[in-house]
């Protein structure tokens, strides 16, 4: 599994960018069937790439350059006085500025053209090389195909020369590989074999299928986030092929946020549940006004326990090793393996709301259908005891024959990870249902449908978060200059209306007025763990305000 970080920020652990691939070059002299390699095209020099040192640096140009057909110098470096140390450096084309007119006899004819073609490289926290300016067009043809020694590529005769047995004279140098070749964009339809051993070296399931331009879409934009704000977070996950299997990121606004709301995040795979043409795995937690906040996002190239856990360690690694007290997913066993794993001892639960919306594609075909669903609703959200839910359940089951439903026996077996009665002592922040009417959208609801690709994605993210991020400062302002009225007299209303938020509040304020309402309570009987209670409440009917009686027990 190879790991692609570009994060600058020494608090995460970085992975190496490139790596020595084999002997660390590869020689054109064919094979026993006489057939060249075929020869991969390495990545473009893009902004944001770093390197652990100058001269791997220089020798990405150099591999990117002789892969193009043109060669490369360095044309200025910039030291610092004291030390003599190297922090800035320009890798230009060739054929980049002039020569000095000569005034020999016969002087050599004019090679330069004035190329504007270069990158730009600086030290970063005094050990990695960023590429900071980067400019692609030649003003000259350049072209692989045409043979041309340039005096940059005889350093890759000289490390082919060293890496390889001296059993047969260098002939062609194709490339010294320092780095890992991604292939970043979609190959539909195309099949990596490796000659030697005459297998496919690619397997289609187990990666991301990008279309043509997806791969460096997603890179550029990765580039340019972080370049605009240190503290944007992302990981690639490459194959042993270079094919692009898993992405992480998130932003430095999902970061602080998980800071202060860190108690109950979901996990949501709406997308791959669904099979949309992006399989979107989301991290969502609900902030100070009740709203659902983007936590960090990821594509998943397969739905393997495997690939899980490397998504799930990479919003850990992001979030700096703290660990959400309670994890709400779906049923997805996979899923629910490497959430085990990754994070042992927070609290897994299913998300009901799920649940509940499966009832139709599960139930749907059943005679009596609406009996059922109605019955199901008031066992799962009208139970307030253990006992109520049993024996609510098992009628269920029980009158309408339904004993050798395969889904059905599942929920139950799972029972104490999504039924609200199990789950009471456990803070969910408002993300699991408590009413059969309640409903629940998810974070990108409206921005992404079932054949969003993945460029039109990067543009609804942007919309998206720029619209919640909208509706949060909203709230602030609201909450801020609002003034609250109170509606009982109880010391804690007043308290908690300075405190708390207007919409949490609004919550808060109906709890307390039902409770106010209730002037008298009296015991009237204890049958074992089992007390009576008579509460006397003031209700309201026609506009008239009248006492009521309500027999209610408790254990």
């Known amino acids: 599994m190879e790991e692609v970080c570009l994060n600058s920020e020494p608090i995460f652990d970085e992975c190496d960018d490139y790596e020595v691939d084999?002997?660390?070059a590869f020689v054109d002299n064919g094979n026993e069937s006489g057939e060249a390699q075929s020869k991969k095209n390495p990545p473009l020099p893009t902004v944001g790439l770093e390197f652990d040192s100058f001269d791997e640096a220089y020798d990405f140009y150099n591999v990117y350059a002789k892969e193009l057909g043109f060669g490369i110098r360095v044309s200025n470096s910039w030291f610092r006085s004291k030390r003599k140390e190297r922090y800035r450096a320009k890798l230009s084309c060739s054929s980049a500025g002039f020569k000095k007119k000569s005034e020999a006899n016969n002087p050599r004819p004019e090679t330069r053209t004035g190329c504007p073609a270069m990158i730009i490289i600086r030290l970063v926290d005094t050990k990695r090389w960023r590429i900071v300016e980067v400019e692609l067009e030649?003003?000259?043809?350049?072209n692989p195909q045409i043979?041309?020694?340039?005096?940059?590529?005889?350093?890759?005769?000289?490390a082919a020369k060293k890496a390889q047995p001296q059993l047969h004279p260098v002939t062609e140098v194709h490339t010294i590989k320092l780095y890992r070749s991604t292939t970043l964009n979609g190959c539909s339809g195309c099949s990596n074999v490796d000659q030697r051993e005459g297998i496919s070296s690619v397997d289609h399931l187990k990666h991301l299928e990008l279309k043509d331009g997806d791969g460096h879409a997603l890179y550029n934009y990765f580039c340019r986030m972080k370049l605009t704000n240190p503290n944007f977070f992302y990981l690639m996950d490459l194959d042993n092929d270079g094919h692009l299997r898993n992405v992480f990121w998130a932003d430095a606004r999902s970061r602080t946020t998980y800071s202060y709301f860190c108690d109950t995040i979901t996990i949501d795979t709406t997308c791959l549940t669904n099979r949309y043409e992006i399989p979107l795995i989301s991290f969502v937690g609900v902030n100070h006004?009740?709203?659902?906040?983007?936590?960090?996002?990821?594509?998943?190239?397969?739905?393997s326990v495997e690939c899980f856990v490397w998504i799930l360690k990479a919003w850990l690694q992001c979030m700096l090793g703290c660990s959400p007290q309670v994890i709400i997913t779906d049923q997805n066993k996979t899923l629910v393996a490497a959430v085990t794993e990754v994070f042992p001892k927070?609290?897994?639960?299913?998300?009901t709301w799920y649940i509940m919306q499966r009832v139709p594609e599960k139930l749907g075909g059943l005679e009596g259908y609406e009996t059922i669903r109605s019955q199901l609703n008031k066992t799962i959200f009208s139970s307030l005891k253990i006992a109520e839910f049993e024996t609510s359940w098992t009628n269920m089951i029980k009158h309408n024959a339904l004993g050798d439903n395969k889904w059905l026996q599942s929920l139950y077996e799972d029972r104490t990870l999504w039924a609200p009665v199990y789950l009471k002592d456990i803070f969910f922040a408002g993300m699991v249902p408590?009413?059969?009417?309640?409903?629940?959208?998810?974070?990108?609801?409206?921005?992404?449908?079932?054949?969003?690709?993945?460029?039109?994605?990067?543009?609804?993210?942007?919309?998206?978060?720029?619209?919640?991020?909208?509706?949060?400062?909203?709230?602030?302002?609201e909450s801020r200059n609002l003034s609250l009225e109170l509606k009982t007299r109880c010391n804690f209303e007043l308290q908690l209306s300075k405190v708390y938020t207007k919409d949490i509040f609004s919550k808060f304020q109906s709890e307390v007025e039902g409770m106010y309402s209730c002037f008298n309570t009296r015991q009237v009987s204890v049958n074992g763990p089992i007390v009576t209670y008579i509460v006397k409440e003031r209700i309201e009917v026609e506009g008239n305000e009248k006492e009521a009686c309500v027999k209610c027990s408790k254990l």
């Open 138 to 142: 030649h003003n000259h043809p350049v």
């Open 346 to 351: 927070a609290c897994h639960c299913y998300s």
């Open 147 to 158: 043979t041309r020694f340039y005096k940059s590529h005889k350093k890759m005769i000289l």
């Open 434 to 477: 408590i009413d059969a009417n309640e409903s629940f959208k998810t974070f990108f609801d409206g921005y992404v449908h079932k054949h969003t690709s993945f460029k039109e994605f990067l543009d609804k993210y942007d919309l998206a978060l720029h619209r919640k991020y909208h509706k949060v400062s909203v709230a602030d302002l």
């Open 289 to 303: 006004h009740g709203q659902s906040v983007l936590l960090g996002c990821g594509f998943v190239g397969f739905e």
């Open 22 to 24: 084999g002997d660390g």
